[in-house]
């Protein structure tokens, strides 16, 4: 299973770099969620990890094809309620997308638009969806069975929950709060590795 962390947007941009360099080797990706940052401020982040030698591979930028584009990097995570993906790959032919997804139906359409992955939830009860039920893990896993996508679970995730998402066919998990909200996101981001490895046994 793949970890791929979400930033929180409540980190300056010199201390998400710090917390990127500390977890880059638990992770293998990073969906940068920077949604109060300026169009400059995200270019100039993406520019200092390159200069820091983050594994510029890694990086997902949320939303914004344009500033993928221009940052030479080559994946993009497209919201919901985001552009037509037809009309973005047609306009960045030269990147790949996902696309977040909350039902069924919506992973369908997904697919059906060019996505080559999607991103489900929230599975399980999170601070960041404070009074939204979650959606569990039925819908996820019908999800899995349905599309020759990877698909990946967000919400709540937590290291116990590893094992059932995988022996389910999930290819992965996106954590947001329980990496960038912990007091050492390190240690957080190796306890998901820890059990990863272990399923991965």
Sequence with gaps: MRL????????TAERLIDTLLAIESSIDAVI??????TDAEVINLIEQLKESRFDASKI???????IAAMTGMDKVQLPGHGAPLPLVKQQFPALSFGRSVHSFE????AYTAGAEWLLYGHVFATDSKEGLPPRGTEELFQIVESQPIPVYAIGGIQPKHLPALK???VAGV???SSIFGHDNPRKAADGYREVQNVTRG
Excluded at 6 to 11: D, H, I, K, L, P
Excluded at 60 to 66: E, F, L, M, P
């Design 4 to 11: 791929i962390a979400v930033t929180n947007n409540q980190m």
């Design 32 to 37: 940068l969620r920077e949604k109060s940052k």
């Design 60 to 66: 997902i930028v949320h939303g914004r094809a344009d």
């Design 106 to 109: 919506e992973a369908e359409a």
């Design 167 to 169: 022996q389910a066919g």
């Design 174 to 176: 996106a954590v947001m």
